[in-house]
T-cell receptor
Framework: DAKTTQPPSMDCAEGRAANLPCNHS???????VYWYRQIHSQGPQYIIH???NNETNEMASLIITEDRKSSTLILPHATLRDTAVYYC????????????FGTGTRLKVLA | GAVVSQHPSWVICKSGTSVKIECRSL??????MFWYRQFPKQSLMLMAT???????TYEQGVEKDKFLINHASLTLSTLTVTSAHPEDSSFYIC???WGPGNTIYFGEGSWLTVV
């Protein structure tokens, strides 16, 4: 599976947009980019995923570069409840189905 | 979206005993489920892939005789930690694949403390 790298931590002011980067330079053509977040002592929560087009849902937007080697998760108006560890995973929906988690980004939203 | 539920949410057991954790897919059938463990301030580590009606596939370094996985139905997978020791204390999380996009959804997790 492709390896992803993320900054270990970020701070964001409440109400501002939080932009979380992810590098997946070895991603293959049929691998999707998935984003999850994990709030302390809970299971990971699905946020969004995409292949090559930008995606948006009620939680966030996902911007994938044209070469697909990196992506950015955008939380448009961060709130204190968005404080969590955010994981970026590249994965293809076939084969072994193994989801491999990296270390993620610990986002702290500041009041 | 899909719902994956785990039970119990937390459990305390004595060293040397066995403890079972259940993972259920509440509104869909899951032929494949995954089990992870997570130590404090660390990322999730995949332990095994649970396949309905067949043996689980364990990741390298995970003792299959210690962590027994049974996936007897399309909505239930169980993880049994046998002869538990304090070092087995951890947060155990299961997940399942659902939907046309084959998205993986996670349970709430189960805290195991071995005393």
């Amino acid at each position: 599976d492709a390896k992803t790298t993320q900054p270990p931590s970020m701070d964001c002011a409440e109400g501002r947009a939080a932009n979380l980067p992810c590098n997946h330079s070895t991603i293959s053509g049929n691998e999707y980019v998935y984003w999850y977040r994990q709030i302390h002592s809970q299971g990971p929560q699905y946020i969004i995923h995409g292949l090559k087009n930008n995606e948006t849902n009620e939680m966030a937007s996902l911007i994938i570069t044209e070469d697909r080697k990196s992506s950015t998760l955008i939380l448009p108006h961060a709130t204190l409840r968005d404080t969590a560890v955010y994981y970026c995973i590249s994965w293809k929906a076939s084969g072994t189905y193994k989801y491999i988690f990296g270390t993620g980004t610990r986002l702290k939203v500041l009041a | 979206g899909a719902v994956v539920s785990q039970h119990p949410s937390w459990v305390i057991c004595k060293s040397g005993t066995s403890v079972k954790i259940e993972c259920r897919s509440l509104d869909f059938q899951a032929t494949t489920m995954f089990w992870y463990r997570q130590f404090p301030k660390q990322s999730l580590m995949l332990m095994a892939t649970s396949n309905e009606g067949s043996k689980a596939t364990y990741e390298q370094g995970v003792e299959k005789d210690k962590f027994l996985i049974n996936h007897a139905s399309l909505t239930l997978s169980t993880l049994t930690v046998t002869s538990a020791h304090p070092e087995d204390s951890s947060f155990y999380i299961c997940s399942a694949i659902w939907g046309p996009g084959n998205t993986i959804y996670f349970g709430e997790g189960s805290w195991l403390t071995v005393v």
